[in-house]
């Protein structure tokens, strides 16, 4: 429905859309859109990487992110994988569309607090705060969700082994010993919504 939406206020006839991750990359390869809207929620734990991936693959693509949470994580998350905005889908078609004009007239467009938080997680990582990067952040999230190591590198195309390092690394970082510690420390910040 958005979709048709931003179709009719943006006056253009090619939407494409999909929910899924391998579906979304062959689009965004054999289409090259002039922007990329990710709901997040619609990929799963996917939709970071998601993200990431697109960002890396179309650099000059604008990428805007729609989430159904402001939590202060999210558009921090979206930042650091490239996104050129984020905004929280159910404040309204009107502020989607401000944020679709604003990416796609070459602003970033993320909530006032966000590039705060990031200069503020710089200094917490500088005096010895765990810095993970989004692969570890969207493993710890699917681990927090409960899913196998097999499960994951199914979802993320990477193999079981690579998935038994980046869970080895993430607890290193974090200084925990249990899946049980790295599930609480994901809750504690807001990495799993």
Not at 106 to 121: A, D, I, W
Not at 152 to 177: D, E, F, P, R, Y
Request: with cysteine; proline share 3%.
């Amino acid at each position: 429905m958005l979709c048709a939406e931003l179709a009719a206020e943006l006056d253009t006839g090619d939407v494409l859309e999909t929910d899924g991750v391998r579906e979304g990359f062959r689009l965004a390869r054999e289409h090259r859109p002039g922007l990329v809207l990710v709901d997040v929620e619609r990929f799963g734990n996917s939709g970071i990487d998601f993200v990431r991936r697109v960002a890396a693959m179309l650099p000059i693509v604008p990428v805007l992110v729609l989430s159904g949470t402001d939590a202060t994580q999210a558009p921090v998350r979206a930042l650091r994988a490239g996104a050129h905005g984020f905004v929280v889908k159910q404040r309204g078609l009107a502020e989607v569309m401000q944020a679709v004009r604003g990416v796609l007239s070459g602003y970033l467009v993320f909530p006032m607090q966000t590039l705060e938080t990031v200069r503020q997680l710089g200094e917490l990582h500088e005096i010895g705060l765990p810095r993970l990067s989004n692969r570890e952040i969207t493993i710890l999230q699917y681990l927090a969700r409960g899913h196998s190591n097999k499960s994951i590198a199914a979802q993320l195309l990477i193999s079981s082994k690579t998935v038994s390092t980046h869970k080895a690394n993430i607890m290193a970082k974090l200084n925990v010993g249990s899946l049980v510690e790295m599930v609480d420390y994901a809750r504690r910040h807001q990495l799993v919504w």
